[in-house]
């Protein structure tokens, strides 16, 4: 008898972003005039920039001739690909890695999604609260998260809040942890964590062992200088993170699928045994077992971002953008709003008025300014209370949206 | 402390590809003037047909304009692409399909190695021998596979050999099977399975609540009008299988990754207390969960698959690849060689002359003939003695291939 991996039975409610889209259809089968602006889910909105349209045109054109035709390539990734990462996005920040310490990926969903999977079901794990979901939802399913408390919690993970009272940044976790996952600048909070903040990190978890999961895939919208943009600027973090980059928010990449995953070869994990593995072979075979490339358009898209004119028209929508958060906070900042991240993030984490809880300030939102935003507790128990809205619309939509926020 | 996955440790040496390229790598850096000729991987070689290079072209126009730019699309895949998989793959052939049950992905050696996660660690695990290492491995990985036994199997998979004898088929197992993989046409044998075949399968299912996953990537190679394309051909399939197709191989994508996944609603799967799990939305729930949608890009590509000038223009190309076979075929058989296969699938599957092992038959190859095959052994104890060579070569690459065998 084929039995289910009962992990899954103990998920909670439906992911977030399938839920918000149920009750949004069943708004506006109801109120089909409704002109619904989304601030909700993370998705960009700009259209791509000429230098990755003519790359990926190019690209389609190698397809049709046999000479230039590619079939499977390097499942982690074409050098032309991973050589711009590193030049472009370590080198230049004093950070050197190899080619194979990166793994070009179809995107940071399935990277942060699957990259337990080559770790112990023992370990445990401490997430941030509010957290994207993947990260817990991916380790429940795997078995390591234990019960479901009934009150948004599982019995088994280490959760750390953060409040305004921490900056969005967690304080070190008074329970031994293993798998740390980290995410600046932040998603759901729009937070980001400075050097010392994650001097004290990596410090902790060379100290304890532990590994950290790093997710920067929101390092394009950093404003301050001072803000790093990868976890390897801190010495010793080869040793003890992983980072996840993504070019789906950098450049508009969410409907073409590309992302890179860094395992340095520093990297150490244990057997029960104590005996001492290196990571990077591990995760080489899982990727390569798994997963067979990125698409090969994808990936001439992808190294046209690191081109002259691909950098600076990518700029220009990341400017866009926040350009949008601004409005987004000094719209809300005005309307008595308290409101936090946009500066180098973009999104917006606003602490919901009177008391209201997050789904109550979503259905509120929804029927009465036909805006959709995201719940701050789908992130968390801590996220109870707050709401983020996301900097990605249009530049009208975000303008029209804020002259609504007057109604409600 | 992190502990690692120790399942991984259980893993026996590289993936088969891997190694091949490896030994491949350390031939030519020796031979740099040596014409190899790669029959090996099982990697398209014609450039992709014009229906489908316009509809990338199209695609990739839509994606520079606001009103036709796509972000992240469903998970599960566009309509666009559904409806037609489903009219064209199934109602045609008299199986009528839901959309909500078509999952389209990234590719197929993700499906297949990723469908075992939402199957409880207990059920056991049936494969033949030969097989697709993706299908051992990936169970490996999860701990499902037991111990090493030093002679190439693992203690708890149930093999089921594959031979001459019956004509690549196996037999029903006498040990209780929970989860089954069968790929007709077969990779690497090129054998196929008759409907009364398949039927003996789905019965053997049905009666013992096993769940038979199926891998049909290579049913557009079929020529035979008897042989079944898909399993829901067989009456009850749909309660007792889930099916796997890709456009890899069919229409040459494996450079552009598109594949997709069917999981009926009548499949049912079971807790250890006993209770019934429709596995449908558990596949929906993992496949939202770790994964983003394949590119856009790539579903306008697969659309184009099923218009009438797609259809022709891919035929096209696979009678090039079932000519390549015939050629193969023919001139082996010339030469005195057992030959298997090549007829309903791109893949032939010839007998080791001199009682060479696999391994000594490919490195006898590559250094007298400089092709590139794939040792039997590679895909399992009862592939040893026995060789893959595959018809996606050019086809001028494969006659001066099959000139080459002669000096052999």
Not at 143 to 172: E, H, S
Not at 286 to 305: D, E, L, P
């Amino acid at each position: 008898m084929i039995k289910v991996n009962e992990n899954y039975l103990l998920l909670q409610s439906g992911y977030l972003f399938p839920e918000i889209s149920r009750r949004v259809r069943a708004f506006t089968e109801k109120n089909p005039l409704a002109k619904v602006i989304r601030l909700g889910i993370g998705d960009v909105t700009e259209p791509l920039p000429p230098a990755i349209i003519d790359a990926m045109h190019k690209a389609v054109d190698n397809m049709a001739k046999r000479d230039s035709f590619k079939g499977y390539g390097p499942e982690q990734g074409y050098d032309f690909l991973t050589d711009a990462i590193i030049a472009n996005d370590f080198a230049s920040r004093g950070v050197s890695l190899a080619t194979d310490e990166i793994f070009v990926s179809d995107g940071s969903k399935c990277d942060t999604g699957n990259f337990q999977e080559i770790l112990g079901l023992d370990n445990v794990v401490a997430v941030a609260d509010p957290v994207y979901p993947v990260y817990v939802d991916t380790n429940v399913m795997a078995g390591r998260a234990g019960n479901f408390d009934g009150k948004g919690r599982f019995t088994n993970i280490v959760y750390m809040p953060c409040t305004p009272d921490n900056n969005f940044v967690p304080a070190l976790p008074k329970e031994k942890a293993d798998i740390i996952y980290l995410c600046y600048p932040n998603n759901p909070t729009g937070a980001v964590a400075t050097k010392e903040q994650l001097k004290m990190w990596v410090d902790y978890a060379l100290k304890n062992k532990a590994l950290i999961l790093f997710d920067a895939a929101y390092e394009a919208f950093i404003s301050d200088d001072n803000i790093p943009h990868s976890i390897y600027e801190i010495p010793g973090a080869k040793e003890t993170a992983v980072e996840f980059r993504s070019f789906s928010k950098t450049a508009g990449f969410t409907g073409l699928r590309c992302a890179y995953t860094v395992v340095p070869k520093e990297l150490k994990v244990w057997t029960k045994a104590g005996k001492e593995i290196e990571l990077n072979p591990i995760w080489n075979r899982r990727h390569c077992t798994k997963f067979n490339g990125a698409s090969y358009i994808s990936q001439m898209a992808a190294a046209a971002v690191y081109t002259n004119e691909g950098k600076k028209q990518v700029r220009k929508i990341i400017d866009i953008y926040m350009s949008n958060a601004a409005t987004i906070r000094k719209s809300l900042t005005t309307l008595g709003y308290e409101v936090y991240g946009g500066i180098n993030a973009p999104y917006i984490w606003l602490k919901t008025p009177k008391k209201m809880t997050s789904w109550e300030f979503f259905d509120n939102l929804l029927s009465k300014a036909n805006v959709v935003g995201t719940p701050g507790s789908g992130f968390g128990a801590a996220g109870e209370g707050f709401f983020r809205l996301s900097a990605f619309g249009s530049p009208a939509n975000v303008a029209e949206a804020m002259e609504r926020f007057k109604k409600i």
